[in-house]
T-cell receptor
Framework: GENVGLHLPTLSVQEGDNSIINCAYS??????FIWYKQESGKGPQFIID?????DKRQGQRVTVLLNKTVKHLSLQIAATQPGDSAVYFC???????????FGAGTTVTVRA | NAGVMQNPRHLVRRRGQEARLRCSPM?????VYWYRQLPEEGLKFMVY????????ESGMPKERFSAEFPKEGPSILRIQQVVRGDSAAYFC???????????????FGEGSWLTVV
C-alpha cells in the first residue's frame, strides 16, 4: 500500500505487503529528517533517520528515501505486520537547531 | 534506566481551572523540550529549557502558559485559566546535549492528555 500526493491521512495495507508512507517537507534548509511511530495513547518512537547528504538509508524492515530536489521523504516498511499499525510522522530539523518540525502524520492500518 | 516520565497521563479540567503537567527527564539529561499535539495533528514545539533557564519559548502562547525546570525536581508546564482549545496531548522530550539533536539522543515521554470540559 502507498499514500500518494502531498499527504493522505490514512493508509490501509494487507498484512505481509510492503507499505510506503510519503511526506513532503516544507523547509529547504532542513538537513536532518526523522521518522517516528506513534501508537495510540503513547509518545513518538524513533524509527529511522537520514541526513541530507544521503538519499537512502536502511534499517530493520524499514527504508527511508530522501529526494531533496522535490523536498520529499518516504518510509518503506517491508512485510507489514499488525504491530505496525500506528500513526507515522516525519519530522525535519536544521543543523545546530533543537527544534523538530513534525508533519501531520499518516495513520497506517494493517488488515489481517 | 527509566525513560522520560510524565504525569499525570490524563487530566480533566473545567474551563478556568489550572493544569500542571510534570516531566522528569531521563537520567543524565539536562535539556527538556515540551511539544503540544492537537487532535489529528503533528507535534508542535512549545519551549526548550535547561536547568533553571528557559532557552526558547517561541512556540508557547504568550498568555496563560508558563514553563519551568528548577534545579531540583521535574519540569513543569503550567496552563492557567484553561479553555477548550487547550485540550491536547502534551509531550515532553529530553536530551543529554544542547544544540543539535538526533533521533538517538532525544527521547519522548508517553504524554499527558489534557481534556478541558
Amino acid at each position: 500500500g502507498e499514500n500518494v500526493g502531498l499527504h493522505l491521512p490514512t493508509l490501509s495495507v494487507q498484512e505481509g505487503d510492503n507499505s510506503i508512507i510519503n511526506c513532503a517537507y516544507s523547509n529547504s534548509a532542513s538537513d536532518y529528517f526523522i521518522w517516528y511511530k506513534q501508537e495510540s495513547g503513547k509518545g513518538p518512537q524513533f524509527i529511522i533517520d537520514i541526513r541530507s547528504n544521503m538519499d537512502k538509508r536502511q534499517g530493520q524492515r524499514v527504508t527511508v528515501l530522501l529526494n531533496k530536489t522535490v523536498k520529499h521523504l518516504s518510509l518503506q516498511i517491508a512485510a507489514t505486520q499488525p504491530g505496525d499499525s500506528a500513526v507515522y510522522f516525519c519530522a525535519e530539523n536544521k543543523s545546530n537547531d533543537y527544534k523538530l518540525s513534525f508533519g501531520a502524520g499518516t495513520t497506517v492500518t494493517v488488515r489481517a | 534506566n527509566a525513560g522520560v516520565m510524565q504525569n499525570p497521563r490524563h487530566l480533566v479540567r473545567r474551563r478556568g481551572q489550572e493544569a500542571r503537567l510534570r516531566c522528569s527527564p531521563m537520567k543524565g539529561h539536562s535539556h527538556v523540550y515540551w511539544y503540544r499535539q492537537l487532535p489529528e495533528e503533528g507535534l508542535k514545539f512549545m519551549v526548550y529549557l535547561q536547568k533553571e533557564n528557559i532557552i526558547d519559548e517561541s512556540g508557547m502562547p504568550k498568555e496563560r502558559f508558563s514553563a519551568e525546570f528548577p534545579k531540583e525536581g521535574p519540569s513543569i508546564l503550567r496552563i492557567q485559566q484553561v479553555v477548550r482549545g487547550d485540550s491536547a496531548a502534551y509531550f515532553c522530550a529530553s536530551s543529554p546535549f544542547p544544540g543539535q539533536i538526533s533521533g538517538n539522543t532525544i527521547y519522548f515521554g508517553e504524554g499527558s492528555w489534557l481534556t478541558v470540559v
